[in-house]
Nanobody, 123 residues
Framework: QVQLVESGGGSVEAGGSLRLSCVSS????????MGWFRQAPGKEREGVAS???????TYVDSVKGRFTISQDNAKNTLYLQMNNLKPEDTAVYYC?????????????????WGQGTQVTVSS
């Protein structure tokens, strides 16, 4: 049974930092692309960052230079380090796994999803 479990969300002031984690089980983690997505109230889900099995990363422009995606294959864990957070980063953040991903920030390319973790940034 595939499971993705996120943690690390919370409430911070603008300029603060958070690190999200996503522990995966039930599939060969190092063969899949992994991504972080977010959805703010009233908005569509947005791809934030991704990492493919070869370690290549992709970021949406709005987080470049502030967020870093990484993974520990030995622990089947995906991370998202978020620095210099802004109020517009407020959203529910989801991790996702996809076996055959071409467009790494496109949510329909991913098959497995976590339950999400809330990130709230106050001004």
């Amino acid at each position: 049974q595939v499971q993705l479990v996120e943690s690390g969300g919370g409430s911070v002031e603008a300029g603060g930092s958070l690190r999200l984690s996503c522990v995966s089980s039930g599939f060969r983690y190092n063969r899949w692309s992994m991504g972080w997505f977010r959805q703010a109230p009233g908005k569509e889900r947005e791809g934030v960052a991704s990492i493919d099995p070869d370690g290549r990363t992709t970021y949406v422009d709005s987080v470049k230079g502030r967020f870093t995606i990484s993974q520990d294959n030995a622990k089947n864990t995906l991370y998202l380090q978020m620095n210099n957070l802004k109020p517009e980063d407020t959203a529910v953040y989801y991790c996702a796994a996809g076996r055959y991903v071409a467009d790494h920030l496109r949510d329909i390319e991913y098959e497995q999803w976590g339950q999400g973790t809330q990130v709230t940034v106050s001004s």
